[in-house]
């Protein structure tokens, strides 16, 4: 597999994880908040309703999450060549500060008060946060590394 093709791969299973994991999130988080007024959702709810945003959510947050992850993985790549000891918490803090990024832009320029429900409070903001940290660290293990004597940080993405 050439490095270009490798390279694209690391960042579309990047941004399906991330997507994956912040639609499971988002949905057993607004499922939770159900169960605290009183709620009940059996397990049967909670998986068809994962199902159904898997579907529905997860899509829509791919693309956001591919938009952020355009800027802030290639700015990863550069800064890890030039500190490569820190190269894995650079990864996680690009994950984590795209998704709260692409989130403020869409809270700011979506008609309801917050397009993802999670986003709502301070936990719900970490949990997608840290999904952003997993793909960005799935990313930083599958993307061919690139050196400091390299004279283009992440070619492939721009």
Known sequence: MSSKSRLLLAFALAVGLTSLLASVFQTQSNLAALQELGAPVPVQVRLLTTGHDLLGFAPLFALLCALAFAVALPAAVGCALRLPTLRW???????????????????????????????RNLPGTLGLMLCGSLGALLFAWLAPQRHSHDAVACDGLS
């Open 89 to 119: 918490p650079i990864f996680a803090l690009a994950g984590a500060l795209a998704i709260w990024c692409v989130l403020a832009l869409a809270n700011a320029l979506a008609p309801m008060p917050t397009l993802v429900a999670a986003d």
